[in-house]
């Protein structure tokens, strides 16, 4: 197969598994970094052995040399480079959440389709194995219709700072950060159904804690506690079309004993458990089993996801195949998240 060549736009905290992923895969090959950091792009460059370091992502974008782009920046920005990525005749792998508002992600759509290009929103989750071998048995009708899901990403301390606490640059707070995970990962395993109404609710009563001492946590490259315009907690119940329910909750902190991660979901024949472990609930010769698959991991492998993710943009951008998280999937999930804030802010039901 040809080489796919590459260039990775923003070179913070999460481009290392990027760039970790892409240099494990024999089709792809490193050619730039860009940071309007030029340090930061520096360091990874020497560090990954790219060629090319750009601090202006539209000089980047004008390297004929380039196939493919990482967008690993901060959210205010996935529409702008996406779009130019597209237009600069790109394929674009787009770190979620796709954008900040419907609006910018309707723009990415559009884009998408006059450059005939592809793009593969980050919806890490899916990619995880677990994730694909459960995706078997769902497939397969064990479960039967899935009708409930249950998710939610609790951390007591854990406001990463910077531009993701400033709701400009992120579009919110915990939930467009990572319940955006956790609701794109029911919503693919429910089999994408249309989201109808949202009721939904957001707290801003802690602050981000910034006070605290001896616990550590994940920090944006560039920390910085002084602004903080996100929610630190929302919860939301979402309505399908055909009848299903998804409850999540998810907080950046929360006077909660430990950090904890769920998600659940039930069909009429059978049900499952990804988060904290997988774990497969069903019955048989009028008896409840509880299984357990036996496979590398129980938990999330975030290496092996990153991997998978990386592997499969490698793939689609070099053969044509459509992307298992497509940007409509991005659009989608954009419109539930937007619809949470709205119902939150509004104190009622949102119909979609
Ligand atoms: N998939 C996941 O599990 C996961 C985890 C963490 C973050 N993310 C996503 O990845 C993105 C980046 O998050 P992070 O934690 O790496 O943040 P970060 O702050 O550590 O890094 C972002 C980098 O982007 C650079 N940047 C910002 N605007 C730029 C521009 N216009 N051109 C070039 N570079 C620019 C910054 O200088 C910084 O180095 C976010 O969208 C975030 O939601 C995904």
Request: proline share 3%; hydrophobic share 40%.
């Amino acid at each position: 197969m040809a080489s796919l060549r590459i260039g990775v736009i923003g070179t913070g905290s999460i481009s290392e598994l990027h760039l970790n992923a892409y240099s494990a895969n024999p089709s792809a090959s490193l050619v730039a970094v860009c940071d309007i950091n030029g340090q930061r792009a520096s360091d990874v460059a020497a560090k990954y052995g790219a060629g090319k370091i750009y601090t202006d992502y539209r000089e980047m974008l004008a390297d004929p040399n380039i196939d493919a782009v990482s967008v690993c920046t901060w959210n205010n920005t996935h529409a702008p480079i996406s779009i130019a990525a597209l237009d600069a005749g790109k394929h674009v792998l787009v770190e979620k959440p796709l954008c900040r508002t419907v609006e910018e992600a309707l723009a990415i759509e559009q884009a998408v389709r006059r450059s005939s290009k592809l793009l593969q929103v980050g919806f890490v989750r899916r990619y995880d194995p677990n994730v694909a071998m459960l995706r078997r048995f769902i497939d397969d009708g064990e479960f039967g219709k899935l009708y409930f899901a249950k998710a939610s990403t609790i951390r007591r301390l854990g406001n990463p700072g910077g531009w993701f606490s400033d709701t400009e640059r992120s579009g919110g707070g915990p939930l467009i950060d990572i319940g955006v995970h956790i609701i794109d990962l029911c919503w693919y395993l429910m089999g994408r159904p249309k989201a109808t109404t949202v009721s939904a609710n957001t707290y801003r009563q802690l602050g981000n804690r910034a006070h605290i001492e001896n616990l550590s946590f994940y920090k944006a490259a560039d920390y910085d506690a002084s602004k903080n315009t996100v929610e630190d907690l929302a919860n939301a119940i979402i309505r399908f079309e055909n009848g299903a329910s998804l409850m999540v909750d998810v907080s950046f902190t929360l006077h909660a004993k430990k950090d904890e991660s769920v998600v659940r979901l039930y069909g009429d024949k059978g049900g499952f458990e990804i988060d904290p472990e997988i774990a497969i609930v069903t019955e048989k010769h009028n008896t409840i089993l509880n299984i357990e698959p036996q496979t590398d991991y129980s938990r999330l492998n975030i290496q092996a996801a990153f991997q998978n993710e990386i592997d499969h943009f490698v793939r689609c951008a070099l053969t044509g195949e459509t992307p298992i998280s497509p940007v409509e999937d991005g659009v989608a999930i954009m419109r539930i998240l937007r619809s949470i804030y709205e119902s939150a802010e509004k104190g009622e039901e949102i119909k979609l």
